[in-house]
């Protein structure tokens, strides 16, 4: 499989051949970018069983629809299927205290 990636606002989706879907987020997880996160990972073109990182390296902030994004769309993916990436020390925090880390992998 080649790569390919396709911008869209706020988010970058590649998939390098190695069955692993990536989704590079920059901004806020407000409710624009979480919409459109949601859209992109429930649009039924991810199997269950694929691994899908969200790179939080560049949101410095997560709001409640950023959350609640997380907590739909980690029941599509089999356990341990979702994986965020890089979240800064707040973010970190915030999905730990939220109780997110039982359903999405926090690296």
Same mark, same amino acid.
């Given at each position: 499989?080649?790569?390919? $990636?396709? *911008?869209? $606002?706020?988010?970058? %989706? #590649?998939?390098?051949?190695?069955?692993?879907? *990536?989704?590079?987020?920059?901004?806020?997880? %407000?409710? &624009?970018?979480? #919409?459109?996160?949601?859209?992109?990972?429930?649009?039924? #073109?991810?199997?269950?069983?694929?691994? /899908?990182?969200?790179?939080?390296? &560049?949101?410095?902030?997560?709001?409640?629809?950023?959350? *609640? /994004?997380?907590?739909?769309?980690?029941?599509?993916?089999?356990?341990?299927?979702?994986? /965020? &990436?890089?979240?800064? +020390? %707040?973010?970190?925090?915030?999905?730990? $205290?939220?109780?997110?880390? #039982?359903?999405?992998?926090? +690296?």
């Amino acid at each position: 499989m080649g790569h390919s $990636t396709q *911008r869209i $606002t706020g988010i970058t %989706d #590649s998939e390098n051949g190695d069955g692993v879907k *990536r989704f590079a987020l920059k901004g806020n997880l %407000d409710e &624009e970018l979480s #919409s459109q996160l949601e859209k992109s990972l429930l649009s039924g #073109s991810i199997p269950a069983d694929q691994k /899908v990182i969200l790179d939080f390296a &560049e949101v410095p902030m997560v709001t409640p629809d950023g959350i *609640r /994004v997380l907590l739909n769309t980690s029941f599509q993916f089999d356990e341990g299927g979702l994986i /965020v &990436e890089n979240p800064n +020390n %707040d973010v970190q925090q915030l999905l730990r $205290t939220v109780g997110l880390e #039982s359903l999405v992998k926090i +690296n």
